[in-house]
């Protein structure tokens, strides 16, 4: 098996609807079968903050603003339990959301970004985030009649991809057109996160930007 000499956090971000668990699970099992230590985790986790977050985008009670202290609260949590260990020893992380997440939705709905950045500051860097991107009602379409939270509404969606789509512009995040069948955008992950991987056999550095543009796969 492969371990780095400093494990990698890789991000994938989007709308709901976007396909981020699907490719998150198959890219974990690609990563597993090129012999590398993966671990796979979510936004918002399964612990008691994370669920507690869960109940809440269902029942539409809590401010934005508390909303967005709860997912650094979770998120705080999760990094000192689950990611920093494993960071350390020299695992790879993929993770459906993390922090871009926290931003595009609560942006949408008004909370200033700089406090939102403020409130995760101490978080993990991602060493790679990849934006799948779809328009909302094809996300819509793809959710179907499931029950839907909060946040799965389109005029709602459409902000979120449209502060997702900024974002990945200023910060240099990759974006994949997320249209097109699952195989076919899984490859394209596949050969990104594949060019990333190599120049990672001796990552050493936090944060160092192996793997970055804004163009669109």
């Known amino acids: 098996m492969?371990?780095?000499?400093?494990?990698?956090?890789?991000?994938?971000?989007?709308?709901?609807?976007?396909?981020?668990?699907?490719?998150?699970?198959?890219?974990?099992?690609?990563?597993?079968?090129?012999g590398y230590i993966v671990s796979l985790t979510k936004e918002p986790t399964s612990g008691?903050?994370?669920?507690?977050?869960?109940k809440q985008l269902q029942r539409r009670v809590f401010h934005p603003a508390t909303l967005a202290l709860l997912f650094a609260a979770d998120r705080l949590e999760h990094a000192e339990s689950e990611l920093k260990p494993r960071i350390e020893a020299g695992e790879v992380i993929v993770s459906d959301r993390y922090v871009?997440?926290?931003?595009?939705?609560?942006?949408?709905?008004g909370v200033d970004v700089e406090w939102i950045?403020?409130?995760?500051?101490?978080?993990?860097?991602?060493?790679?985030?990849?934006?799948?991107?779809v328009d909302?009602?094809?996300a819509m379409e793809r959710m179907g009649s499931k029950f839907k939270d909060k946040f799965e509404e389109e005029s709602f969606l459409e902000r979120v991809r449209k502060i997702y789509l900024e974002r990945a512009k200023e910060k240099g995040y990759l974006?994949?057109?997320a249209t097109p069948p699952v195989e076919d955008v899984q490859m394209k992950i596949r050969r990104i996160v594949a060019s990333f991987m190599k120049n990672c056999e001796n990552f050493i550095f936090k944060g160092l930007k192996v793997c970055s543009g804004d163009e669109e796969v």
């Open 2 to 34: 492969k371990r780095l000499k400093r494990g990698v956090l890789i991000v994938l971000e989007g709308i709901d609807g976007a396909g981020k668990t699907t490719h998150a699970k198959l890219l974990t099992e690609w990563l597993r079968e090129e």
């Open 48 to 54: 008691e903050i994370g669920s507690l977050i869960r």
């Open 100 to 109: 871009e997440s926290s931003i595009c939705y609560q942006a949408a709905e």
């Open 117 to 133: 950045e403020d409130i995760n500051k101490w978080a993990l860097n991602a060493d790679l985030t990849i934006l799948l991107d």
């Open 136 to 138: 909302a009602q094809t």
């Open 175 to 177: 974006v994949i057109d």
